[in-house]
């Protein structure tokens, strides 16, 4: 199949599971997977399962679409999956508590934290995908510093209803030129875009953070030595820029999180 046709199929395939996936959770109708945004108002997390196994499918089928430009795609699906597991463990555990400074913190005085668990789970996923995606020692090791800082990248930007899905959509699109792992994300993305924009639904931490593994996947896949080195030194600086609280994300209700709620998009 060409390359075209494969971006085509691998989108419509992460736009079709992660529709079906948003909508049998929304049938489902529990109220575990009802949070407060920033406006008040009850929204539920059923987008961030929803488009981590969209995402994951995509990518994980990539190859089966374009032979050529879906190389990478199991690594890709790992890393969604890993990287949306270890958001969803802090959608459910996580507490008030925000930056790598916050969690690291923590640890000196012998607790960890989800943020902690995020921080390392995502880094060593990461690192194992790019490890499988690259061939030579120092590609292998920006690649996973791409795939986890775009993780992080997109959850720190999830500020506003549709503000990550939108990134998502304008971080992946120029990566369709060099293959169809770009298409997996934006699939996902668009499959929940107008219901996270209308404020019925937000990706929580396992969306945000499962498709900006998504994208560092693509990123990761379709760059060499040069390119993964700048889009490393990019994602470090936006890390640090966001830990010295450039961009804080709103919690729920405006205060302390209360048990089991989850700050906003």
Not at 63 to 71: C, F, L, T
Not at 200 to 212: C, E, K, N, V, Y
Not at 258 to 264: D, F, G, K, L, V
Request: charge should be positive.
């Amino acid at each position: 199949m060409s390359g075209k046709w494969g971006r085509a199929g691998a989108f419509v395939v992460a736009a079709g599971v992660g529709r079906a996936a948003y909508v049998a959770m929304r049938r489902r109708g529990d109220a575990r997977w009802l949070r407060e945004n920033h406006a008040g108002r009850s929204v539920d997390l059923c987008a961030g399962p929803a488009t981590a196994v969209g995402a994951a499918v995509a990518a994980a089928s990539a190859a089966r679409w374009a032979p050529r430009s879906g190389v990478g795609g199991g690594p890709a699906a790992f890393a969604v999956l890993a990287a949306g597991a270890c958001g969803a463990y802090d959608d459910w555990k996580g507490d008030h508590r925000r930056g790598f400074r916050a969690h690291l913190g923590a640890l000196r005085d012998g607790e960890v934290t989800s943020g902690t668990v995020k921080l390392v789970g995502i880094g060593a996923a990461g690192l194992v995908a790019g490890a499988l995606l690259k061939e030579r020692p120092v590609d292998k090791v920006l690649a996973g510093v791409v795939i986890a800082g775009t993780a992080h990248f997109v959850n720190l930007v999830d500020v506003a209803p549709g503000r990550a899905v939108l990134t998502v959509l304008g971080l992946a699109a120029p990566g369709l030129l060099r293959g169809s792992l770009a298409a997996a994300p934006m699939g996902a993305a668009a499959a929940v875009l107008v219901d996270d924009l209308g404020e019925r639904t937000m990706l929580g931490d396992t969306g945000a953070h499962a498709l900006g593994a998504a994208v560092g996947s693509a990123i990761a896949a379709g760059n060499g030595t040069f390119g993964l080195a700048v889009h490393a030194a990019g994602l470090v600086a936006a890390a640090a820029y966001g830990e010295r609280g450039g961009s804080p994300r709103p919690e729920a209700g405006g205060g302390p999180i209360p048990p089991q709620a989850h700050p906003c998009e």
